[in-house]
């Protein structure tokens, strides 16, 4: 079962910024948050991932709270192609890595 | 640089037909491989994954199996397909390294198999 919960849908205007919610309650001290994509008929790409501090790649920001009970993936300035599923995972590295998706937040970039 | 292939792109099987699905990595060495499936509308759902050559974890029961012959390639199987079985089919690695060494335990995922069991 998916340790996360994430809104269905959002929607964003080309250009500004999107913001999602992921929350992870009862994530534990040793378990990461990792952000994935899924574009339509593609498989899932990897965004970004944190343990406590906030993280910064050349495709988005990583902001999680203080007390890690939730996060908020950012893209900056969200294109078109930003339209996808995006899917906030909670994980610990024990053996192979085995990613556990939920049903993730439908995100449709408006022109 | 690594790559990962998936065939066929497309499969249309009758029911009870066989199936095999390959997938090999390019670039890397002793990865981890993980097989997941993605019903239509639905999330992505782990069915196996393997650490080694002959090294094959299932997630889920199910009509499916997978096997690892060599190194860096998975192969996922079924003998007699089911109607349930339709799905995107999507094969996926990760390096061996620990998650302290960042981006080391990424999932790269392949392009998928599109299976339409009639």
């Known amino acids: 079962d998916a340790k996360t919960t994430q809104p269905p849908s959002m929607d964003c205007a080309e250009g500004r910024a999107a913001n999602l919610p992921c929350n992870h309650s009862?994530?534990?001290?040793?378990?990461?948050v990792y952000w994935y994509r899924q574009i339509h008929s593609q498989g899932p790409q990897y965004i970004i991932h944190?343990?406590?501090n906030n993280e910064t790649n050349e495709m988005a920001s990583l902001i999680i709270t203080e007390d890690r009970k939730s996060s908020t993936l950012i893209l900056p300035h969200a294109t078109l192609r930003d339209t996808a599923v995006y899917y906030c995972?909670?994980?610990?590295?024990?053996?192979?890595?085995?990613?556990?998706f939920g049903q993730g937040t439908r995100l449709t970039i408006n022109p | 640089s690594q790559t990962i292939h998936q065939w066929p792109a497309t499969l249309v099987q009758p029911v009870g037909s066989p199936l095999s699905l390959e997938c090999t990595v390019e670039?890397?060495?002793?990865?981890?491989l993980y097989w997941y499936r993605q019903a239509a509308g639905r999330g992505l759902q782990l069915l196996f994954y393997?650490?080694?050559?002959?090294?094959i974890s299932s997630e889920v029961p199910q009509n499916l199996s997978a096997s690892r012959p060599q190194d860096r390639q998975f192969i996922l199987s079924s003998k007699k397909l089911l109607l349930s079985d339709s799905g995107f089919y999507l094969c996926?690695?990760?390096?061996?390294?620990?998650?302290?060494?960042?981006?080391?335990?990424?999932?790269?995922f392949g392009p998928g198999t599109r299976l339409t069991v009639l």
């Open positions: 393997s650490v080694g050559i002959g090294q």
């Open positions: 670039g890397t060495s002793n990865p981890n």
């Open positions: 009862t994530i534990s001290g040793n378990e990461y």
């Open positions: 996926a690695w990760s390096g061996q390294g620990a998650l302290g060494s960042g981006r080391a335990n990424e999932q790269f």
């Open positions: 995972i909670v994980r610990v590295a024990s053996g192979a890595q085995k990613l556990v």
């Open positions: 944190g343990l406590k």
